[in-house]
């Protein structure tokens, strides 16, 4: 496994979509990708160890939700 990863190998890394990805990296739950030529790239390492804390503490909620709120009827 490259140390590495694209966006695609990371979706595929954390059974995410790449939307889904995107999203928790802005919203500051998953590591920052680094920059390389232009190209975006994850860091196996900081994938694993954000899974590892992840499954220590239990689920991750966002600090925002998105969406439009839901009626508790």
Do not use: H
């Not at 695609?8 to 920052?32: F, H, W, Y």
């Not at 160890?49 to 998105?66: A, M």
């Amino acid at each position: 496994m490259p140390l590495l990863l694209d966006i695609n190998q990371a979706s595929e890394e954390l059974s995410m979509s790449p939307s889904k990805i995107t999203r928790l990296v802005n919203d500051g739950i998953l590591p920052k990708p680094v920059y390389i030529g232009g190209c975006k790239r994850f860091k196996k390492s900081d994938l694993d160890r954000w899974v590892e804390k992840l499954s220590e503490s239990g689920t991750e909620q966002p600090k925002n939700k998105r969406g439009r709120p839901r009626l508790g009827i």
